[in-house]
């Protein structure tokens, strides 16, 4: 009996070096299993150097440092991945686990995402921030029947006019071939009289070259980005509305992830949100500068045009107010209240 354990003893000793080995491996691989991290591909529509795509680059470092290795958000500026127009739908369809739009050009899904862009319904950032604030409830719900979540805002610059030809007053603009890149911004070029077309921001710049847009109505920030100065002469500082851009999540996939990792996001969310924030507020008058700088004439509207989109302005509100019901009333019977 002492013999046989006395082999048993021999055998052992000649294994563990092997069993350990073997041991070592499946543990090593069962580690590596677990940091694979999951990619979360985040279609942004507007440049990298834009603060938007900023935002959401920090955003998505700050999840991805906190979170552990559960997720990787990896985002895609300058619509790379998913042109402008087709992100919210690529997110709402699982294509990509996040995403980032313009509310307002989402319009014709819901009235309530045009609410931003009612020219001089709120103008400044303070007056913003309060229309958002207002409409959040009903935009999350919104955004939850189209099984997504939002995440974020942040604005872009309050909007200017810019054309090609010097003006006195709307009636100039009558006939010319207006960019509009929602409902709302084709409705207006319809009331003064322009023509309306399409064009995504990314396609700015071709289409004043190709002569499909000679006008258009977006932020200093858009304009510096697309160089505005090759292909237009005036900036009008109307500062007609101030919209803004929302980064969002697919609904299954947010539900998907650990408490600990949604918590990390939406964290990070509210980070990015308030930075957003800062910066267009910080950027504004930068951006009018480098416009300035760069060729462009940089002028306060005369009173006829201020005048004139101040009238389309309440027009568009009244039919706005139409088209979202109740809902829509209450929303702005809550921002005129602040």
């Known amino acids: 009996m002492c013999r046989l354990t006395a082999v048993r003893h021999a055998l052992n000793k000649a294994l563990r070096p092997a069993v350990l080995g073997a041991s070592l491996v499946a543990g090593l691989s069962l580690a590596g299993a677990s940091q694979a991290a999951e990619t979360w591909d985040m279609p942004m529509a507007y440049p990298a150097s834009n603060y938007h795509s900023e935002t959401g680059a920090a955003f998505a470092k700050e999840v991805n440092e ?83 979540k939002l995440l974020y805002t942040v604005p872009w610059p309050p909007q200017g006019l810019y054309t090609k030809k010097q003006l006195t007053s709307l009636d100039d603009m009558k006939g010319s071939k207006f960019r509009a890149y929602n409902p709302i911004t084709t409705k207006l070029a319809e009331l003064i009289g322009a023509v309306p077309t399409k064009v995504e921001a990314a396609e700015v710049s071709q289409a004043f070259a190709t002569g499909v847009a000679d006008s258009m109505i977006t932020s200093a920030s858009t304009g510096y980005d697309t160089k505005a100065w090759e292909f237009s002469s005036y900036f009008y500082d109307v500062q007609a509305w101030v919209p803004k851009n929302m980064v969002f999540v697919n609904k299954k996939a947010f539900e998907a992830l650990s408490p600990e990792t949604q918590k990390v996001m939406m964290e990070a969310a509210a980070h990015a949100e308030k930075a957003g924030w800062d910066k267009a507020r910080e950027l504004t008058a930068w951006y009018k500068d480098q416009l300035q700088t760069n060729g462009l004439k940089v002028e306060t509207p005369p009173a006829a045009i201020t005048e004139g989109f101040k009238k389309v302005g309440d027009e568009l509100l009244q039919d706005w107010l139409k088209k979202s019901g109740d809902e829509g009333k209450a929303v702005i019977d809550a921002y005129r209240a602040m």
């Open 66 to 148: 906190k979170a552990g290795d559960e997720i990787n958000i990896v985002t895609h500026p300058n619509g790379s991945l998913f042109g402008g127009g087709e992100i919210f739908n690529a997110v709402r369809r699982g294509l990509a686990p996040a995403g980032e739009r313009i509310i307002s050009a989402l319009g014709n899904e819901d009235p309530l995402f045009e609410i931003d862009a009612i020219p001089f319904l709120a103008t400044s950032f303070d007056d913003a921030w309060n229309l958002y604030q207002a409409s959040k409830p009903a935009l999350e719900k919104l955004m939850d029947k189209k099984g997504l």
